[in-house]
Every structure is written in structure tokens, then in C-alpha cells.
């Protein structure tokens, strides 16, 4: 069974610039987290959806979107780009809440803000 | 600040011999699930161990949770080269629906 999808896979942008990552869950997973990693921060909680609604956010700026489809598919957006916003984007898939089940991850999408 | 911390941040052992990461953690949890990850790619989880457990073996892997003191222990046994990887737990709090990874221990199994 495939595994979780993220593209795409490295990403280049300048400041002030806006981006879409994409991520596919593995086939029957309804919620999908996004993360956000970075050598001073560690990994960061951004979002959690299940089947399509937005179930928790963690705590990063508007700047910092997402939604799911109906396919379980799940964009993360973010808006007017700064330097601070290079990190690996992670993105987990899991059959319920990742609280209380195994997540799969995928292997992340790395954003460079110029 | 982080929910998990775990420690030591860095950890070089010998090939075959066992590796000891420590979690600490501050509020009350449901569980804590502890996941490795290879140079900058994706997360694999290793155990979950719920409140109630206290001890949670797989392979050679062996999780253990002290509720009371808030940490949990992840002990490699006859660690491999290919357990080289940075190790992190991660917690789901019962008050919130969200899950706090600590900054991770990265290991260094010497040939």
C-alpha cells in the first residue's frame, strides 16, 4: 500500500511570495497533521484535519492555512513568505485523531525562503 | 515552551551495545509515542504507551512510562548502525487535542 505523498519534495521562494504543499495520505486515512520543522524550533504542530473539517491548529500566524479534501488530500498554504518560514514541512497521516494512533509520515517537503 | 524534552540531546555508543533516551514531559497525558527519524526525512513511529501502560517492549526496543514522575525511557538494545537516527517523543496532553514533540535525542552508533 502506498505511503504518504508530499510534493513537491524541495521548494525555492522569495519573500513575500505565497505557497501551496500537497500532501496524500495513505488510502482509508481520514486525518492528516501538518508539521513544521526547523533546527531551532524542533518540530511544530500546525494543523490537524479529519474529514475535511480542521480539527486543532497549533500556534503559528494566519499566514499559515490548510484544508482537506474529500479524498483525504490536504493542502497547506502560507502567504506572504518570510525568511523564517525555511523548514521542512511534514505532513502525517493516520486512520483517527494522531493522538491515539500511529501517524505516518511523509518525507516532508523542505521550503528555502530567499 | 516544549511539553517533551528529552535527553541527552546527543548520545555515541559502540555497535552492540544499548542506547537509553530519556523523556521528560510537564502536564498530564494520554499517551506518549515515541518516533525516529533519519537526516531530515520523514517521522517512523516506534511505540505508543498509553497512561495506564508502564512498560511497552517491540523487537528491541523496550518503552517504559512513569506517570508519576512525568518521563518515559526508550532503550535500544544491541544497537545496529542502522539505528543511527535522532529519536523524539512526542505527547498528547489530556486537556488538549494536540500532539507536542520534544527537540530529540540524536543518536551516533559507531561502527
Known amino acids: 500500500k502506498a505511503g504518504v505523498t508530499q510534493t513537491p519534495r524541495y521548494l525555492i521562494k522569495t519573500r513575500g511570495q505565497q505557497v501551496t504543499l500537497s500532501c496524500s495520505p495513505i488510502?482509508?486515512?481520514?486525518?492528516v497533521s501538518w508539521y513544521q520543522q526547523t533546527p531551532g524550533q524542533g518540530l511544530q504542530f500546525l494543523f490537524e484535519?479529519?474529514?475535511?473539517?480542521?480539527?486543532n491548529k497549533g500556534n503559528f500566524p494566519g499566514r499559515f492555512s490548510g484544508r482537506q479534501f474529500s479524498n483525504s488530500r490536504s493542502e497547506m498554504n502560507v502567504s506572504t513568505l518570510e525568511l523564517g518560514d525555511s523548514a521542512l514541512y511534514l505532513c502525517?497521516?493516520?486512520?483517527?485523531?494522531?493522538?491515539?494512533?500511529?501517524?505516518?509520515f511523509g518525507q516532508g517537503t523542505r521550503l528555502t525562503v530567499v | 515552551s516544549q511539553q517533551g524534552e528529552e535527553d541527552p540531546q546527543a548520545l555515541s555508543i559502540q555497535e552492540g551495545e544499548n542506547a537509553t533516551m530519556n523523556c521528560s514531559y510537564k502536564t498530564s497525558i494520554n499517551n506518549l509515542q515515541w518516533y525516529r527519524q533519519n537526516s531530515g526525512r520523514g517521522l517512523v513511529h516506534l511505540i505508543l504507551i498509553r497512561s495506564n501502560e508502564r512498560e511497552k517492549h517491540s523487537g528491541r526496543l523496550r518503552v517504559t512510562l512513569d506517570t508519576s514522575k512525568k518521563s518515559s525511557s526508550l532503550l535500544i538494545t544491541a544497537s545496529r548502525a542502522a539505528d543511527t537516527a535522532s529519536y523524539f517523543c512526542a505527547t498528547a496532553m489530556n486537556r488538549d487535542d494536540k500532539i507536542i514533540f520534544g527537540k530529540g535525542t540524536r543518536l551516533h552508533i559507531l561502527p
Open positions: 484535519y479529519f474529514s475535511e473539517t480542521q480539527r
Open positions: 502525517a497521516s493516520s486512520l483517527s485523531s494522531q493522538m491515539n494512533t500511529e501517524a505516518f
Open positions: 488510502s482509508g486515512h481520514r486525518s
